[in-house]
């Protein structure tokens, strides 16, 4: 099949318009932003809405920007937003690193970081990149009285199975969080140190990953005050490698940390086999693609304090 099952069509106008048509139309109904995971998947009639919802035109729900310590992704901010931000690049190099390497450029023009993240593609690169960096999904729908309402969720607990998250049937998300550990102003050593990164292998340039890992870093001199290690593709339970990540704090940033951080990350996710790959090579690439990602985190941490001292010199 290549031509979705007949779907009424509804275009709303504000996230108060959505939440109330998805109140309306209950389970039947499906979000629509920029349609790169959902269509394809209606073309195959793997999914078959009875009402599609399109958000794409509230432009309300589309922006970066900064605000009390948080920068906050509208969830129709696009992957091209995303990577042209020098806001979001400016503190969070991971989310630079996973957009360069998602699909193409027509699809990172229309297609939305809110929709890969709803879609819950146990393969999808932003997932792994926001699990990492520990941030908040702000998920609205209606209070009893009508008025719009939110909650906050974990992005460590946002998704809870291959195509499933925690979003009810009359909520859409909103907007993700991430807080900015080193803010404006400080003095060098008055914050830890920060790095981030997003290393992919994919068959080929843009493709769905075989094996991808994020990682965020904080360092208090030479050792990890704490560190956040997201992988994608390979099994990780919540995308999170947990058990490297409570190795990590309070170690040195070293090479050896690093290389036995990415044996146990190899050693607790769950690959399966493939059209991309056995499960022992996807293993291999969990444990290499930790330790490579860990190393770069560091390294661009440590940078980072160059920076700030000349800053402040």
């Known amino acids: 099949m290549q031509v979705p099952a007949q779907v009424e069509y509804k275009k709303a106008a504000s996230a108060g318009h959505a939440l109330n048509l998805l109140a309306r139309y209950g389970t039947e109904a499906r979000i629509l932003a920029g349609g790169h995971s959902l269509i394809p998947m209606m073309k195959l009639r793997l999914a078959q809405p009875e009402v599609l919802i399109d958000i794409s035109g509230i432009s309300d729900l589309r922006y970066i920007e900064r605000s009390s310590g948080t920068l906050r992704v509208g969830a129709l901010a696009t992957h091209a937003d995303l990577l ?3 806001l979001a690049g400016e503190h969070f190099a991971i989310l630079h690193d996973a957009e360069r390497v998602i699909a193409d450029p027509i699809v ?18 932003l997932s792994a990149a926001f699990a990492a960096l520990k941030g908040t999904m702000v998920i609205s729908g209606l209070s009893p009285g009508g008025a719009v309402a939110t ?14 998250t925690v979003i009810r049937p009359a909520e859409m998300l909103t907007e993700i969080q991430l807080p900015l550990f080193i803010p404006r102003g400080a003095t060098p ?76 990350a190899a050693r607790h996710c769950r690959p399966v086999t493939d059209q991309r790959g056995p499960e022992d090579y996807k293993r ?13 985190a560091a390294g661009r941490a440590r940078a980072s304090y160059t920076e700030r001292t000349r800053g402040h010199s």
């Open 108 to 125: 990172r023009e229309w297609g939305t970081v809110g929709g890969s993240l709803c879609q819950a593609d146990p393969s999808e690169d």
């Open 189 to 264: 050593l008055s914050t830890p140190l920060f790095g981030s990164g997003y290393l992919k292998v994919c068959r080929r340039t843009g493709d769905w990953p075989v094996g991808a890992a994020g990682a965020a870093i904080w360092l208090a001199g030479d050792v990890i005050a704490d560190a956040g290690i997201g992988l994608t593709a390979l099994g990780a339970r919540h995308f999170v490698a947990a058990e490297a990540e409570e190795f990590l704090r309070g170690q040195p940033a070293t090479e050896e940390t690093f290389r036995h951080a990415g044996e146990i």
């Open 84 to 86: 042209r931000s020098q």
């Open 284 to 296: 291999h690439l969990a444990g290499e693609l930790t330790t490579r990602v860990l190393r770069l």
């Open 151 to 164: 909650r906050e969720v974990s992005a460590r607990e946002f998704h809870t199975g291959p195509y499933e």
